[in-house]
Every structure is written in C-alpha cells, then in structure tokens.
C-alpha cells in the first residue's frame, strides 16, 4: 500500500511539474500544455477492499461496504476509486442514523451512500491536481457511480471535492491501491439533511 | 527514439488489430488508427506492460487516412495472428497485409453467411477462452466500433409501473392502507440519495422505492439493491436487466458459474439454477461512449489504469479517459471520442 499525506503529495506533484517543465522535448511539452507527464503512479499491494479492511480510520466506511457486498468488487479488477468519509465524517449523521445504515432494513441506503462515493477508474490527487492546473483551478467533475457527478476545486492548498447537492469534503489522504485508489474525505459527499421533497 | 517508438507502436497496431478480431469475430486488418497498443499488459497481476508506440507518433505516421481507406475484415488473419501472437517479433506486416486481403474477400459475400460466420466465432472464442482458463489483458484499438460491447443506463428501465410482487393496487397505489400517508409524511432523509431517477417524490419501503404521484397516490417502484435486489432474493419478474456480454465478464473475471443481470448500474450474479442472486458483481457507470461522439460529462479527470499509464497519458493532442471496462481517445478541444480500447483479447 502507498500512502501519502496530503502535504507530500502536494509536494510531489509541484516538483513532478517542474521537472516536466525543464525537461524539454515531449514530457515537457505535455506538463506545459496541461497535460499529465505526471500520470504514472505506482499501485500498492493491497486491494481496494483489503486497504478499506485494514485502516482503522475508515472503520465506518469499510463495515458499510462489507454489508453491502461489496467486498468481491472491490477486491477484483475494478479499478475503482473511492472517496472514503473517514470515521469522524459520519458524526454529521449522528450515532442512530450510522448504526441504522449497518443493519438489513437500510441496506440500500449504504448502497445508495457508497456509490455516491465511488468513480470509475484510478484518480490519483495529482490527476486531480492536473486537470485543475488544466482549467486555471476551475472547477472539474467526475461522475460517481450513482450517476451524480463530484466537483472538486481548490482552496487554497486544499482539493475540495463537493457532491451534487453540496456537500463538501476535503480530500485528506491517498491510499494507491492494486486496483484502484482510495481519497480518503473529511465530510460524506451526500446530504445529510432531509430532502426537502 | 522517436522513430523507434513509432516503429514498435505500428507493430504493436498490427499485432493487436487482428487478435481483436479473435474475440469477436469481426476484427479489421490494415488499422492505422491506433494509438499504440501494447505487450501483454496484466493489469491484475501488477505487471507493467511493455508495450511501446504512442498515439502521437502513429498519427504522425499517417496511419489515420490508410485505416479509414483500407478497412477490411481480417478474421482469418486475426485467428493465424493470435496463435502466433508474439509481441515484438516483427510478424506486423505479415498480420496486417493478410488481414486486409481477408477483409476484402469476405466483404463480397453474401450477408448470411457472414452473420453465420459471427456466431459461430463467438462460439468459438467462448470455447478457446474456457480452454485457455484466463483472458490476455492488453491493450487493443477497436477498429470497429460496432463491436463494443456496451451496457448502458436507462433510467427509464429502472422504473416499473405497477405494484411489487406481492401488492395489490389500492386506490393509492401498492401500499397497505395508510402507509401512503405515513411515508408521505415522514422526513424523506434519503430522498436525494437515488440522483438517477431525476425529479420526483421517491420514498423508500420495504426495498423498493416508490414514485407517488402528486396525488399521493403510488405511480410505481424501483427495486433497489440491497433491498429487493439482494442476495438470496428471486429477480423481480416485473423488472427489465441486460444480460451482461462476455466482454465484461472476461474483463472483470466474474465466474462463469453465475448468469450475470444488468440493471441500473448494477451487475448481479445469479444462481443459474434457482436464479437466486447469489452475489453484487460489480457498479458499471453505463455511460454512452459512442466513437465519434461527444465524451459523457464527467470525465474532466485522468483516470486510466495504472498499467495503461505509461503509454496511454494525456497529451495537448488527445486524453484518455477508463470507463466500464473499455479506455477511450478523446479530442481535448472538440471532446469527441476519436477511437475505442480493448482491455483485454
């Protein structure tokens, strides 16, 4: 598993683009024109699935997909990339409403929340970071498995990646997985109040 | 380098244009279009692939304009090609100039032999696959854009008018007395939580959720996963799926012991006996990429594979965007999708 604080990642993709700028020829080239010279990114050992098992701080988020079934495909080709909420991120629900989402009676609300939080394929930050270097920092979207897309733009040094109905998150820290990639996210990236319909 | 790159790319064209033909039967010799294919990559076992030639340097090598005039199928090629696909060993010209003889015969004759032709090499490809225990995983240009295999969302199959199994239609729909109103009246926490059935009242119970009509009476229901669709759980008769192609079952190596159902962004493994769901297999965006359209929203970000990074990054010239199995080229400027890629042959 490759991990890497959000501080160092930052400083990893600054220093990638600088290299791409001085190297000249195409990789330079590609890094000036926007493009992702910085785009290979080594996988960890460990599944998506196992990755989500075994950190403790997205405890939460890993018991939900459990419940869902959703061990298998997170555990087999994918690639997928998951914006985890880390355990503090489900405080906003409150303790009855997480609880509810472990048990059979709101399963398909779990469902409905982990695809909200799921996008197809590996999204590195430093993807991330080149396509808002690519927009001059506007914002960019990716669609998520639910079919609703996730907006991130920048705060600062910050990513912030918001939901379709605004919910806001800061991408914390990223765990390259074997097949995919796990952003773990301050905040869910669903609404947390009722709908007003 | 620059020339050796182009070189091993139209290699890699030539190689990987007819061992898709393999798999479904229809393949094309004589491809120039290619962005550079590449050797052998396994993305699930975490080896890298090798395979050289870069978009940019095909394209430059006019191998666009001689695809597009010199399409043929190359079947016969594609078969001879595979069984002696051997990357890097200089068979491309040999693989490309009999594929597009191929093509051109079979082109000529008569439209019901050709359909015969298809299925039986589907059948065939099935056989081998079985046979070789496990897919080939690298990457290969579709030349024709007809052969994708493609799953796509349809909000409006997810939706079913009437009442669940077991609900009668009341005069306010399918539900028991009162729980119309009740449900009406609590607070919908999760309405929004289900963003692809667009605007509407959507309650959730039981496992299903309901669509009211501004009446308050139930218009119909959605069988949601987790709930209705779940494991253990009969498929609602009432409710539309797609069987999934091969092409996804290969890429995905979902077992070949379950019949697979797609429906609303969801693929399930079925108990092909008791056609009992037996497992979620796995999310598929269903999002339309057709070649020579415009990129779906939603793809601002590189996403690609790590073992397709090396060769396939963006440039000012093209990006490359994964979704549902497949990689596409996209123009940055116009966003349409220039070409099509096969994960696996």
Known sequence: MTKARMALAAGLAAATMLAGCNAGGEEGDNAL????????????????????????????????????????????????????????????????????????????????????????????????????????????????????????????????????????????????????????????????????? | MRKLMLTLGVAAIAIAAPALSQGRGQGQGGGGDHKGGGRDHKADQGQRGQGAGHGRTARQGGGRDEARGGRGEGRGAGRQAMR??????????????????????????????????????????????????????????????????????????????????????????????????QLLAERNWYGSWWPRYGDGNYRYWNGNLYRFEPSGSVAGFIPLAGGALWLGNSWPASYAYDPVPDYYRD???????????????????????SQLIREVSGLLTGDDWAVGGRMPEGYDIYNVPYAYRDEYRDTPDDWYRYSDGHMYRVDPTTQLIEAAIRLIV
């Open chain 2, 84 to 181: 002696h696909d051997n990357p890097g060993r200089g068979r491309d010209d040999d693989a490309r100039g009999r594929g597009r003889d191929h093509g051109e015969d079979r082109a000529r004759g008569p439209a019901s032999a050709r359909a015969k032709d298809v299925r039986r090499d589907v059948r065939d490809a099935r056989a081998e696959r079985r046979g070789r225990g496990r897919v080939e995983r690298r990457a290969v240009l579709v030349t024709n854009p007809g052969n994708i295999a493609r799953l796509r969302f349809a909000p409006d199959r997810a939706f079913v008018r009437g009442c669940p199994p077991g609900l009668a239609r009341k005069n306010n729909g399918c539900l028991p007395p009162g729980q119309a109103r």
């Open chain 1, 33 to 197: 024109a926007g493009g992702n010279a910085a785009a290979v990114a080594e996988p960890g050992q460990e599944t998506v699935a196992a990755a989500l098992a075994g950190d403790g701080d997205l405890a939460r988020l890993g018991e939900l997909a459990r419940n869902a079934g959703f061990d298998t495909m997170l555990g087999g080709t994918g690639p997928y990339t998951v914006f985890a909420p880390g355990n503090e991120a489900f405080a906003a629900l409150g303790d009855e409403r997480t609880n509810g989402l472990k048990g059979e009676a709101m399963r398909p609300q779990a469902i409905a929340l982990l695809r909200a939080h799921i996008v197809p394929g590996v999204v590195t930050r430093r993807d991330i970071e080149a396509a808002l270097q690519r927009r001059g920092s506007r914002p960019v979207t990716m669609g998520s498995m639910s079919g609703s897309p996730l907006t991130f733009s920048r705060d600062g040094d910050a990513i912030i990646v918001t939901g379709a109905d605004g919910a806001r998150a800061r991408l914390v820290e990223e765990t390259l997985a074997s097949n995919g990639a796990i952003q773990r996210v301050d905040a869910l990236l669903v609404p947390v109040e009722a709908a007003g319909r």
């Open chain 2, 251 to 273: 890429y995905h190596g979902w077992d070949d012991a379950y019949d697979y159902r797609y429906s609303d962004g969801i693929v399930y493994g079925l108990d092909p006996e």
